[in-house]
Nanobody, 126 residues
Framework: QVHLVESGGGSVQAGGSLRLSCVASAYIDINYYMGWFRQAPGKEREGVAVIYIGTGSTYYADSVKGRFTISLGNAKKTTYLQMNSLKSEDTAMYYC???????????????????WGQGTQVTISS
């Protein structure tokens, strides 16, 4: 069982930056994908950014490419999401997730992940 704890959410103005962190309670082996998903009120949960522990390969939703960066901590139990040039449409609850053997076509699909954090709120004011 992997427990994930997010931190770093908050409220900023449009154009600002935030950095989210996610710490895993257990060892995350190289076969894991760790990622960030978000869910706005009345909308489905969507994949934002994912990183594959084994190679460090990263995957991003089109809506955040060039603005968000996902990375791993040295111990590979922590993942970060650096969010720059934030927009009002980035407002959502952000969740950290982890999963193994994720199909390539489903990397940004929430159904591929079986471990989830409780979420951290990000609010962007215009």
């Amino acid at each position: 069982q992997v427990h994930l704890v997010e931190s770093g959410g908050g409220s900023v103005q449009a154009g600002g930056s935030l950095r989210l962190s996610c710490v895993a309670s257990a060892y995350i082996d190289i076969n894991y994908y760790m990622g960030w998903f978000r869910q706005a009120p009345g909308k489905e949960r969507e994949g934002v950014a994912v990183i594959y522990i084994g190679t460090g390969s990263t995957y991003y939703a089109d809506s955040v490419k060039g603005r968000f960066t996902i990375s791993l901590g040295n111990a590979k139990k922590t993942t970060y999401l650096q969010m720059n040039s934030l927009k009002s449409e980035d407002t959502a609850m952000y969740y950290c997730a982890a999963g193994r053997a994720v199909p390539r076509d489903w990397i940004l699909e929430s159904r591929s992940y079986n471990f989830w954090g409780q979420g951290t709120q990000v609010t962007i004011s215009s």
